[in-house]
C-alpha cells in the first residue's frame, strides 16, 4: 500500500465528504463564517442532482414538452409542419444548462470560495482523519454527504445483457427505437414520458403499483395520460430473466402465471437508489449505519459527536435535493455555531414528479391520516372547470385536500395538473403552520390561474358537513 502523507491542512476545521447539493452547502456556508473547510469530490462538483438528475432530467422534460406542444399544436389553431427532435442539440442544452446552473467551472468556484477541493474517493483512517488522494486529512469535524447510487436488482442475464441507470439516460449518444423502463416510481415514470415524447417506444414495467404512496385517483388520472402519450405500463410484474438476442434485449416477467415480455434496444433501471457508502470506513470511525443509511438524531449528528451526515446518505430521508439543502445549514448551524442547536423539522414538506401534469405532494395522504388516527375530510376538484385549463387546453388532473373533520386543519394536499409543481407553496404553508382549510378559502387567489384548483378544493373542503 502506498504511503499515505500528511496534509498540508492538519488543522481544518471541517471537513465534508460529498460535493452534492447538501455538501456544497455545507462546505460554502462554512467558508463564508471563516472555518477552514475541505471538499472531497470522487465525480463531479455539484453531485447527481446537477449532473444526472433534477436539473438536467427537467431540462429534457422541457425540451420534450415543447415536442409535444409542437406536434399537436393543431388544437391551438397552429400549424407546426414536420416537427422533429436534434437529439445532439438537445444534449448540447442540457450541457448548457448544467453549466449555467453549475455558474461555469464548478471545481474553480468552490477553491475561490476558500475551500481545499480534494478530487478523490475519501474514507475515514480513523475518527479524525480521512484519507483522500494518498492524503492523511485531520478535522475537527467532519460531514458525510455522499449521497446515494442506483439500485441493480439481481436480475439473471441483467448485467449481461446491459442496462443504462439515469446517470447514462440524460446524456445517451443516440435515442434508442424501443426502450424499456424497469421500476415505478419518480425515475421511471418521468423518464418514461420524456423518452415517448421523442418518439421512443417505451414500455414501463413495475413490480407494485405506480408510484406507491401517492393518492391513488391521481395516480391513475397520470396513468391515464401516459398510455394516451403511447407508454405501455405493466404493473405487478416480477423480472425474471434478460437475454440478448443480437441488437436486441429481451425482458422476461411475471405477473403471477402470466408471462410478460419485453423486446427493447435499451433498459432503463429505475428501481431506486440507496446510499452510497461502499468503503468509507465507517466502521473505522465509530459511526453507527446500516443498509438504509448512517444513524443521525434530529440534530443530523451522527454516533459520533464531532460526525454529521445529511442528504441520501441519512437513513429513512426524505430524497430530495430541497431537504438537503435544509438539512446542510441546520449542520453549518450545529457545527459552527455557540448557540443553541437547532433540529430538522419535516412538517410540510413539499415534492413534486415533473411529469405532464405534474403531480405534486405535502404531507398526509388521506390512507396515512386515517392510519395515523386521524378522524378524516376530504375534498376532490378537478382541474379540467378552471378557466385556465380550458384556455391552455390543460384539463388533466385534480387536486385532493385531506383535513381534520372536528378542527379543519388541512393535513395534506395532492395536486396533479399543468405546473402543479408551483402550487405546492401555499399548501405547504398551511400544514405546516396547522391553518385550516378556511385559511386558504378566505384568501384571494388570482384569475385564470390553476392556483384557483387550491382554492376551490379549500372552499369545497370548509363546507360544514352536509353543506
Given at each position: 500500500m ?5 496534509s498540508?491542512h492538519?488543522d481544518l476545521?471541517l471537513?465534508?465528504?460529498g460535493?452534492?447539493a447538501a455538501?456544497?452547502?455545507v462546505a460554502?456556508e462554512?467558508a463564508?463564517?471563516g472555518?477552514r473547510?475541505?471538499?472531497?469530490e470522487?465525480?463531479?462538483?455539484g453531485?447527481?442532482c446537477l ?13 420534450a414538452?415543447?415536442?409535444h ?5 393543431e388544437r391551438?389553431g397552429?400549424?407546426?409542419p ?6 445532439p442539440a ?15 467551472d464548478g471545481?474553480?468556484?468552490v ?6 477541493l480534494?478530487?478523490a474517493h ?6 479524525h482523519?480521512i484519507e483522500?488522494d494518498g492524503?492523511?486529512?485531520?478535522a475537527?469535524?467532519?460531514?458525510v454527504a ?9 436480475v439473471p442475464?441483467l448485467?449481461?445483457a ?9 446524456d445517451l449518444?443516440d ?8 421500476g415505478g416510481?419518480?425515475v421511471?415514470?418521468e ?12 414500455t414501463?414495467l413495475a413490480?407494485?403499483?405506480?408510484l406507491r ?5 391521481l395516480?391513475?388520472?397520470l396513468?391515464e395520460a401516459?398510455?394516451r ?9 416480477r423480472?425474471?430473466r434478460v437475454e440478448?438476442?443480437g441488437?436486441?434485449k429481451l ?7 402470466e408471462?410478460i415480455?419485453?423486446?427493447a434496444d435499451?433498459?432503463l433501471?429505475?428501481?431506486?437508489r440507496v446510499?452510497a457508502?461502499e468503503?468509507?470506513?465507517l ?13 443521525v438524531?434530529?440534530?443530523?449528528k451522527?454516533s459520533?459527536?464531532?460526525v454529521?451526515a ?9 430524497p430530495?435535493?430541497h431537504?438537503a439543502d435544509?438539512?446542510?445549514?441546520v449542520?453549518?448551524?450545529n457545527?459552527?455555531?455557540d448557540e443553541?442547536?437547532?433540529?430538522a423539522?419535516y412538517d410540510?414538506v413539499?415534492w413534486?414528479?415533473f411529469?405532464?401534469p405534474e403531480l405534486?405532494?405535502v404531507g398526509h395522504?388521506e ?7 386521524f378522524e378524516?375530510?376530504?375534498?376532490v ?5 378552471l378557466?385556465?385549463?380550458?384556455t391552455s387546453?390543460?384539463p388533466?388532473g385534480?387536486?385532493?385536500?385531506v383535513?381534520?373533520?372536528?378542527t379543519g386543519?388541512?393535513?395534506g394536499g395532492h395536486v396533479?395538473s399543468?405546473r402543479?409543481g408551483?402550487?405546492l ?8 403552520l396547522?391553518?385550516?382549510a ?5 384568501t384571494?387567489?388570482?384569475?385564470p390561474?390553476?392556483s384557483?384548483?387550491v382554492f376551490?378544493?379549500a372552499?369545497?373542503l ?5 353543506g
Open positions: 502506498a504511503a499515505i502523507e500528511p498540508a492538519r476545521d471537513l465534508v465528504i460535493a452534492g455538501g456544497s452547502t460554502f462554512a463564508a463564517k472555518a473547510v475541505a471538499l472531497a470522487r465525480w463531479k462538483v453531485g447527481t449532473n444526472a438528475g433534477c436539473d438536467p432530467t427537467k431540462t429534457l422534460v422541457r425540451s414538452e415543447v415536442l406542444l409542437a406536434r399537436t399544436a391551438f397552429i400549424s407546426v414536420a416537427a422533429a427532435a436534434d437529439w438537445v444534449r448540447a442544452r442540457v450541457a448548457g444548462v448544467i453549466d449555467a446552473i453549475r455558474g461555469g471545481d474553480c468556484n477553491r475561490d470560495a476558500g475551500i481545499d480534494v478530487k475519501a474514507r475515514f483512517h480513523s475518527p482523519e483522500a492524503r492523511l486529512l485531520r475537527e469535524k467532519v460531514v455522499v449521497g446515494a447510487r442506483a439500485m441493480v436488482p439481481e442475464g448485467r449481461e446491459g442496462f443504462v441507470t439515469n446517470v447514462e439516460a440524460v449518444p435515442l434508442p427505437r424501443r426502450l424499456a423502463v424497469v416510481g419518480v421511471a415514470v423518464f418514461a414520458q420524456i423518452f415517448a415524447r421523442f418518439g421512443v417506444e417505451v414501463l413490480r407494485g403499483p405506480l404512496g401517492e393518492e391513488p385517483e395516480v391513475a388520472a396513468t401516459l398510455r402519450e403511447g407508454v405501455r405500463i405493466e404493473t405487478g410484474v423480472p425474471e440478448r438476442l441488437g436486441t425482458l422476461r416477467g411475471r405477473r403471477g402465471p408471462l415480455v419485453c423486446e435499451e433498459i433501471l429505475a428501481t431506486g446510499p457508502l468503503d468509507l470506513g466502521d473505522a470511525a465509530g459511526i453507527a449505519h446500516s443498509a438504509q443509511g448512517i444513524v438524531d434530529a440534530g443530523m451522527s459520533q459527536p464531532h454529521w445529511v442528504g441520501d446518505a441519512v437513513a429513512g430521508g426524505l430530495f435535493t431537504v435544509y438539512q446542510a445549514r449542520v453549518v448551524h457545527a459552527l455555531s443553541r442547536p437547532q433540529e423539522v410540510g413539499p413534486a414528479i411529469t405532464d405534486g405532494h395522504t390512507a396515512d391520516a386515517r392510519a395515523a388516527g378524516v375530510k376530504t375534498a376538484v378537478p382541474i379540467r372547470g378557466a385556465r385549463a380550458v387546453d390543460e388533466d385534480m387536486v385532493k385536500l383535513a381534520e373533520r372536528t386543519r388541512l393535513l396533479l399543468a402543479g408551483e402550487l407553496g401555499e399548501i405547504a404553508l398551511a400544514v405546516r396547522k391553518l385550516s378556511e385559511a386558504i378559502a378566505h384571494l387567489h388570482a384569475y390561474t390553476f384557483e384548483g376551490w378544493t372552499f369545497e370548509a363546507k360544514p358537513d352536509g
